[in-house]
């Protein structure tokens, strides 16, 4: 597995980030997947695995930790500089670890995108904000829900 960490160096140790599309019906990687959907099915991941795989304006990106995947990151472009994050997850087991905010690094340094969206609600809006990300309510989305528009602007490295 050719694993790049978050800092863009090439590594073979304890925790690695690289591009999984081509694998997402691995069924690890469609659990991983499924911890950031709604009430999953089978039949829902696998549809939403076939998505990812054709969309070319689709990445994925998973975090591992000696070889098992830890975290998933799936982004989509919305322009030539902004990117949008349709799913992020990392296994229960595995968190409070820095993995999911090195999947965002990750996403946006191989995106080469100067902003990043996520919409969220309560459960992980926490998560965005403590990554950098300005947070603007969205109100009352779905019925009882309040969703959240989350924006992460990168500055260019010179």
Not at 3 to 30: P, Q, Y
Not at 80 to 87: M, R
């Amino acid at each position: 597995m050719n694993c790049i960490d978050h800092f863009g160096v090439s590594r073979k140790d304890a925790l690695c980030f690289t591009s999984i599309k081509g694998n997402l019906h691995d069924e690890r990687i469609l659990y991983m997947l499924s911890l950031s959907a709604y009430m999953p099915t089978e039949e829902m991941m696998n549809r939403r695995a076939d998505e990812y795989e054709r969309d070319a304006n689709i990445s994925v990106f998973g975090c591992f930790e000696r070889k098992t995947v830890s975290g998933v990151i799936a982004g989509k472009w919305i322009d030539e500089s902004v990117g949008e994050i349709i799913g992020i997850a990392v296994d229960p087991a595995c968190r409070g670890k820095g993995i999911g905010a090195g999947l965002i690094a990750h996403a946006a340094t191989q995106l080469k995108c100067r902003q990043l969206r996520a919409e969220t609600d309560d459960d992980a809006v926490a998560f965005y904000r403590k990554c950098g990300f300005a947070i603007e309510s969205l109100g009352e989305k779905y019925p009882g829900v309040v969703r959240y528009l989350c924006v992460l602007k990168i500055h260019e490295q010179k």
